[in-house]
């Protein structure tokens, strides 16, 4: 928090914005538990549908096998995607906790819209990886549990400690420019 009397450095700092997020994450009211629950919402809609579409794909390509080795194959799915939710929630613990600098959101938005433009050549690999997609649903339901469900994202552990940076700064600059223009108490020397 800044300290007491800089009012005037905060009205001139202004916090990061982030994605969906806005800046509601400066007062954490109603408006960004509202936009947290829908972010977590609609990511575990997107993981619904990869896993929908992935269990289709998986059924069809199971359903070429015996009705014996189904059972074999199932049991197999089933193990690797439990294995894969454990997977994806144990790698995604450390990740919450490294704070993420605003200049690197600007940097992944910007490779988000690249990697965007060269994905629609891959279409045809999701039908290679029928057997897989549901392993790989449970992997990324897990990697999105463990960072939906934590207090503070690191995006937002990143921009609260450079709004703070930048609010400290602007108080110093603030303080500086009150002691140069305080009269002095002394004898003068003109």
Known sequence: MPPAGSEDAAAGVEPFSLPFLGTSWVDRGFRYGVRRGLLVLTSLLF????GAIGTALYLGFVSLFPPGARIAL??????????????????????????????????????????????YGNQGLAVLMAPVLPALAAYLLGGFLAALFVRETPREIGARQDYERRLAEASRQVRRADRQRAPRNGPTWR
């Open 47 to 50: 993981v619904a549908v990869v």
């Open 74 to 119: 199932h049991a197999v799915e089933g193990a690797g995607a439990l294995a894969a939710l454990v997977a994806g929630w144990i790698r995604q613990r450390p990740v919450n906790r490294a704070p993420v600098t605003p200049e690197q959101v600007a940097e992944s938005r910007g490779r988000a819209g690249r990697a965007a433009a060269r994905s």
